[in-house]
């Protein structure tokens, strides 16, 4: 018998080999005759905003908290900033906006927006309570891509310190961020959800700077604190871009600056993603919206745009306080354009004016603005004075995040989900381009920016076609080059993106080939799926096509391509099988069997909210009094509900000597552990995923795996794998990679409960 693990104790760290980062596809954009796109820089990860300085440099904001400097065609190596140690990066927090100050470099200030994780929370929840902030840092005289040591204010959120927040491991339930005896707390900015957090930093053209923050939350009793004037959430904010005071021409100015309703410059906002200023000078606005309406608000200081009384121009909560809204009593401004959620338009981010002289009659003065989970760009005409008549003028933009024009008179655009910065040329001959673009990203023809790129087209599924849960996707397409050779294998790559009403989940499936095979994993109510083909030729000339799938409602039909998933026999692994298809063949397991020889320990603790390993291991129960054990033949589960966290362990006997590969797939979050021997004690983290992932799906963070692990055949480890739950679909998968072999799911047969 050998020992039961005790909550296990790091004595040594295995030597982990680095693995490369995942190089993450560029999308061609889908532009209308004589415009082009350059691609500045690539590969960043998650990126969120940026600006322009005058010496034709760029700051780029990534989520985790790092500005990358963009300089002579390249990205340097070492980052303007990173605040990483201070942000809050869970869900759509982090580094949200970033601004230079316009008399840069007589006044050398950078500005960031960004989610605030106080050093109290360390050992907390990261889904708890927290606040927002927005800095100011100084660019250091030597070496103006650096910022200087030392030189960080705090213009926004001072008072966003832990005996301001609510629970700093439940964001969803009384006492609420940022309120002291019933009342706003002075300069405070909420975060109680995972988004709609402090967004934006523009420059107006007042000198003043600008501050769009969101109303902090998902709860329909919370944010109605867009339409307190004495709350920072739900507003754009105008302050002193030294000092964070309000101004005295602000709408709401009650003499003291530094009281939140002098810095509000409009209200009732839901997650004004990014906004500008049009030439005349007025605030123009995204309202990323809720269930059904997207917004783009213009309006005058003291706008009152609405929410959460209003979505649209159709009522929206009852709550006592929007009486007054709803009744006319409090004037409202209503949205310049709106739009409902249909054909995948369900994010309106927000965009700039075309001032420049490149671009064609057609496009000048005009609004371009992005929608985030449709993959495109809109522009609204000059002199649209009611919103109406927006039209596409770029598609497959991938996650659009920011679109500004930069000074050189192009539109620049940044994308989410690759970290891609990218110019939109016009390079024709001056005459008038066709205001509509070439196919959408929902097209399954060729798309191709010039006759020089290969062409591309997805066979199967069809666009807007229905899938049941869980149902497996039949993947096929074809693609050539510009001489007509077919283009296969690695040059063809499948990308899957899960939209939400209000978000999305990028890298959601890769794969590669004419064929592959995509699960249509349910998650949530109201999604639907965004499958991407993009086509490589040898001389790295690309072209990209896209789909939309979507949940069946009961009692519809579904395609007859359709294959519903059954529980697989183990079949051999046949040549040219991927690693991934391999995995797959190997068993599900449904349910325990204690009389099981082979297999693992598992033990469960139901009734544990958060979707973090931490919220397991801070559990009272955790290790010692578990709610459930039983034995499982290997280390894999899924379909128990939701609200509990398990520790899967047992012993691992490897069949041979040789280097092995380990990886981890969960939802909510998963980690897997290893000893060096059968001892737990001696167990260490050899990879994990932090964030959700479909079951076996291996590969959609760096993290899931390990570095090669050097192991004895016949000898025992010690191996656990801990996972945590939250809602919806749970699931938790280990596989392995023995010397010379497929990677599967860990065989029952090579691991022992005991």
Not at 598 to 619: N, P
Request: proline share 8%; hydrophobic share 35%.
């Amino acid at each position: 018998m050998r020992i039961r693990p005790a909550l296990i104790l790091l004595t040594f760290l295995l030597a982990l080999l680095p693995r490369p980062s995942f190089a993450v596809d560029i999308h061609p954009f889908s532009l209308p005759d004589g415009f082009t796109q350059d691609v500045l820089a690539k590969d960043l990860g998650p990126a969120t905003s940026f600006a322009f300085r005058p010496d034709g440099s760029i700051l780029i904001a990534r989520k985790h908290g790092s500005v990358k400097v963009y300089r002579d065609g390249k990205i340097l190596e070492a980052p303007f900033i990173d605040i990483s140690g201070e942000l809050s990066n869970y869900g759509d927090r982090g580094l949200m906006g970033i601004a230079v100050h316009p008399d840069f470099p007589a006044k050398p200030y950078a500005y960031l927006a960004y989610a605030y994780e106080p050093g109290e929370a360390e050992g907390h929840v990261e889904s708890g309570a927290r606040s927002s902030r927005v800095i100011r840092v100084e660019a250091d005289s030597r070496n103006p891509d650096k910022a200087r040591d030392g030189s960080k204010v705090v213009l926004l959120g001072a008072n966003g310190t832990p005996d301001h927040l609510g629970d700093l491991d439940r964001g969803d339930r009384p006492p609420y961020s940022c309120m002291a005896d019933g009342q706003p707390v002075r300069d405070c900015l909420p975060v109680d959800g995972p988004s709609h957090t402090v967004d934006d930093l523009v420059f107006g053209p007042d000198g003043a700077l600008y501050v769009s923050a969101g109303d902090g939350t998902l709860q329909p009793d919370l944010n109605v604190r867009a339409q307190n004037v004495d709350s920072l959430a739900g507003k754009i904010l105008r302050i002193n871009p030294l000092t964070g005071a309000g101004y005295a021409d602000n709408p709401f100015y009650d003499g003291d600056p530094n009281s939140n309703r002098s810095k509000v410059y409009a209200l009732g906002l839901r997650n004004p993603y990014r906004f500008t200023f049009d030439p005349g000078g007025q605030l123009v606005v995204g309202d990323v919206g809720g269930e059904r309406w997207e917004e783009i608000n213009r309006g005058d200081p003291g706008a009152n745009f609405g929410w959460p009384c209003l979505e649209g121009a159709l009522p929206n909560s009852g709550d006592p306080a929007c009486a007054a809204v709803l009744s006319g009593a409090t004037a409202t401004t209503p949205a310049w354009h709106s739009y409902a959620h249909a054909d995948g338009y369900s994010a309106a981010i927000g965009g700039d004016f075309y001032t420049g002289n490149k671009y064609p009659a057609a496009y000048q003065g005009a609004y371009f603005f992005a929608d985030h989970n449709h993959a495109a760009l809109l522009y609204l005409p000059a002199g649209a004075d009611s919103g109406d008549g927006a039209q596409e003028f770029a598609t497959n933009v991938i996650a659009p995040v920011q679109i500004s024009m930069g000074p050189d008179g192009s539109l620049y655009v940044l994308s989410f989900v690759d970290g891609t910065l990218s110019r939109i040329r016009y390079t024709g001959d001056g005459s008038e381009p066709a205001p509509s673009p070439t196919p959408t990203a929902a097209d399954t023809t060729a798309i191709a920016d010039s006759a020089e790129n290969p062409t591309v087209r997805i066979l199967a599924p069809e666009d807007g076609s229905k899938w049941a849960e869980n149902a497996d996707v039949e993947l096929r397409g074809e693609a050539a080059d510009v001489d007509g050779n077919p283009i296969d294998g690695e040059g063809l790559q499948w990308t899957a993106t899960l939209h939400h009403n209000d978000h999305i989940h990028p890298d959601f499936f890769h794969g590669a080939g004419v064929h592959q095979t995509f699960r249509f994993e349910p998650h949530a109510p109201n999604i639907y799926y965004e499958l991407c083909l993009t086509a490589t030729d040898s001389e790295n000339r690309a072209a990209a096509t896209c789909v939309n799938i979507y949940q069946a409602k009961d009692g519809e039909a579904a395609p007859a391509v359709q294959v519903e998933r059954t529980e697989p026999e183990t079949t051999p692994v046949e040549s040219g099988t991927s690693a991934a298809e391999a995995a797959d063949s190997s068993p599900a397991v449904t349910g325990a069997d204690t009389s099981i020889v082979h297999g693992v320990q598992r033990e469960r603790w139901l009734d544990v909210g958060g979707s973090k390993i931490a919220d397991l291991t801070h559990h009272a129960g955790y290790p010692d009094t578990p709610d459930k054990v039983e034995v499982l033949p290997t280390l894999e589960t899924g379909g128990d509900g939701k609200d509990y966290g398990e520790r899967l362990w047992g012993y691992l006997t490897p069949p041979e000597d040789g280097d092995y590969l380990f990886w981890i797939a969960a939802d909510d979050s998963g980690e897997l552990w290893l000893s060096t021997d059968a001892d737990p004690a001696n167990a260490v983290q050899i990879a994990a995923t932090s964030t959700w992932t479909p079951k076996r799906a291996w590969d959609k963070s760096p993290t899931q795996a390990s570095a090669p692990i050097p192991l004895k055949g016949g000898q025992s480890y010690y191996i656990e794998a801990r996972h945590k739950q939250a809602d919806q679909k749970d699931n938790l998968s280990v596989a392995w990679q023995p010397p010379g072999g497929e990677r599967t799911v860990i065989e029952s047969e090579y691991l022992s409960p005991e």
